[in-house]
């Protein structure tokens, strides 16, 4: 089992920027390719950015990318997302998951193994 744990959210303005962590606990972090989502109000959820398990490879969606940077720290169990140039249409609840297996694997939503609750990030225009 793995369990994780998000933080980071909150309300910031059009063109800001936050820091998302995703803590886990349990079993080997580092095993696991790691992979952010968000489900905005509406609508249905969606692959934002993954992480290989070592941090060599990463995959983006064409929305964020050149805007949020995925990276992780396997010696403190945290992967982080890092969201700038924020647009109010990226306000949502920003999930990180796991799984065994490759980060393009990990760019399914439904070949994710563990989730967090979830963390809302909201923008303001």
């Known amino acids: 089992q793995v369990q994780l744990v998000e933080s980071g959210g909150g309300l910031v303005q059009s063109g800001g920027s936050l820091r998302l962590s995703c803590a886990a606990s349990?079993?080997?972090?580092?095993?696991?390719?790691v992979g952010w989502f968000r489900q905005a109000p509406g609508k249905e959820r969606e692959f934002v950015a993954v992480?290989?398990?070592?941090?060599?490879?990463?995959y983006y969606a064409d929305s964020v990318k050149g805007r949020f940077t995925i990276s992780r720290d396997n010696a403190k169990m945290t992967a982080y997302l890092q969201l700038d140039s924020l647009t109010p249409e990226d306000t949502a609840v920003y999930y990180c998951?796991?799984?065994?297996?490759?980060?393009?694997?990990?760019?399914?939503?439904?070949?994710?193994?563990?989730w967090g609750k979830g963390t809302l990030v909201t923008v303001s225009s």
């Open positions: 992480i290989s398990w070592g941090g060599s490879t990463t």
């Open positions: 349990g079993r080997t972090f580092s095993s696991y390719a």
């Open positions: 998951a796991a799984r065994r297996g490759t980060a393009a694997q990990a760019q399914s939503i439904s070949g994710m193994e563990y």
